[in-house]
């Protein structure tokens, strides 16, 4: 199966997906694809026109998917080593999440960050996990001006400080809810960040008993909240 | 804080250690170290002798973790990309886990393994992490030898075929125990392995709704093993 990504609502493919298809895969006028848009459709589709710089296709068939009954927002600071937020993305579309958010902490050593590789590495992970949603991935902001952006009810913040909050996410998280959590920068969260959290309505909770990286712990939270919702 | 790892009960670093406590971080005789066994001790010690092979120390304290009240063996195929075991080693360590096993499946890409790196990764983890236990890894087998090492009570096998287990990893394992889980290599395992696990006491189980890589899902049996004990 050659699956392709177009999110916008048209009958050819991008500039790049077109390429691959026509120069590498060699796919021809009346061959078959499938074409994803990342918002829970997968189309069965089949190409009028081998162009390699607009390869263009017609939709036979859709599959949707409907989205999950809840949300995980992942938000974190960029790590100095921008492998560990590529590999969490991975993982953590591989698993189901539906936006991911960055901010610069106060201890943040990394001050930018480019999204158009991680948003590449999401939908290679969705196509590869067959999956049909790939998650927002949002610009930096500094972190005041990311907390103006949430909206979601459940909000928890982990961090690493010395007094271990009394209660896990595990615990704490009820089913079916829209969550974001913040995770700790490698420096961590300063005292000012934790108060300025909880002042609009984050709640400390702990990933369990371990000092984890930025990454771990950012995938922990998506593990802890996915296997609330397991009924089986 | 500079942390060495020597695991026999000796008071003298390794010759790595040596090399890089004397001749990279310029360490000198009076000076203090921290010394773990990777067995659950921590020596806060003095160096002795600052000799580039054999630095020699001496105990002033231990400090002894109690291990954890349930154990946790990942049996798992070793990769086609090796990265991605690695990786797996490095999480799993951050996240606590006693024992990694491998074997070579029917479906199995890879043909051989070198534990040597993988043992630097996950003493480099457990450093990282501040923890004082280091994993046992295991030498891969067949998959036939292999099942005779396995000793652990709680045995569960996950897997990728059609018909899904109804059972999640999550419900079935009871906490306290001593897990044996087995991960499906990339290619997953063949019937006849699945039946071989079964007739010795795996129970199929599922590690939720999506398809995961090789690497994926075997962190995602840590996490799972791990919050069922939780009772924060």
New interface residues.
């Given amino acids: 199966m050659h699956l392709f990504y177009q999110p916008e609502p048209v009958q050819h493919l991008t500039e790049e997906d077109s390429r691959h298809a026509v120069r590498t895969l060699r796919l021809k006028t009346g061959d078959s694809i499938t074409v994803t848009d990342g918002h829970g459709n997968r189309h069965s589709a089949v190409i009028t026109q081998a162009d390699a710089r607009r390869c263009q296709f017609r939709i036979r068939d859709t599959q949707t998917t409907v989205p999950r009954p809840f949300s995980i927002r992942i938000c974190v600071a960029p790590t100095k080593n921008l492998d560990r937020i590529e ?1 969490f993305i991975e ?1 953590a579309v ?3 999440i539906e936006r991911i958010s960055f901010f610069y902490g106060q201890h943040s050593e990394r001050r930018a960050l480019k999204l158009e590789r991680l948003e590449k590495i999401a939908v290679a992970a969705m196509k ?4 049909s949603f790939v998650p927002i991935l949002d610009e930096a902001l500094s972190f005041t001006d990311f907390l103006k952006t949430v909206s979601e009810d459940q909000r928890f913040i982990a961090h690493l400080s010395d007094q271990k909050p ?3 996410l ?2 704490a998280a009820a089913t079916g809810g829209r969550y974001a959590v913040l995770i700790g920068p490698e420096g961590d969260f300063s005292d000012a960040e934790i108060h300025q959290a909880v002042s609009v309505g984050f709640q400390l909770v ?1 990933l ?6 930025t990454e ?1 712990a950012a ?2 939270a998506c ?2 909240l ?2 609330i919702q ?1 009924e ?1």
Same sequence: chains 1, 2.
């Fill in positions: 590999w993982k591989e698993l189901g590869q996990s067959l999956q009394p209660v896990s595990l615990k702990t369990g008993p371990n000092r984890l990286r771990t995938l922990t593990q802890i996915n296997v397991w089986y």
